[in-house]
């Protein structure tokens, strides 16, 4: 395996750690949603702030992994799925941030939305990984 091999790999690795991050973390809302205080809520509320940091480095490796392999092979740029991957990645990099906002919302008991909301908002990224993964597989222009 060459420098690429080793990049690319590790580039999808944390990529799957980020959504599972991604996943995950909107469900603890819905929980959290539906169990608006006590001790079970409290246990929540850590298991969001720890999950969130886990997010983020699976997040901030992925993206930097990323931008090292189009260093690397800048003529991934040409194509134009390659910028609308980028123009979804950073959509869930806007995702992530809103998450990370909803943990502190949480937290300082300002929560506003019902586990319904959550329910629907736990399906965007899905909707992103489903996107990312029929440009990057098909490379449709």
């Not at 991050?21 to 469900?27: A, N, S």
């Not at 189009?70 to 992530?96: C, D, F, Q, T």
């Amino acid at each position: 395996m060459n420098l690429n091999d080793w990049l690319e790999a590790f580039h999808i690795i944390f990529v799957v750690t980020w959504f599972a991050g991604l996943f995950y973390l909107p469900r603890l809302f819905v929980y959290a949603a539906e169990n608006p205080g006590g001790e079970r809520f409290e246990l929540l509320l850590i298991m969001q702030r720890r999950l969130l940091g886990i997010t983020h480095i699976g997040g901030a490796l992925a993206l930097g992994l990323g931008v090292s392999l189009l260093i690397i092979e800048p003529w991934h740029l040409s194509g134009g799925w390659m910028h609308a991957k980028l123009a979804l990645v950073a959509g869930l990099v806007g995702y992530h941030l809103w998450c990370a906002r909803l943990v502190r919302v949480f937290r300082l008991g300002n929560n506003r939305h019902g586990s319904r909301w959550y329910r629907f908002f736990n399906e965007v990224p899905a909707l992103f990984l489903i996107l990312i993964v029929i440009l990057v597989v098909g490379k449709p222009f």
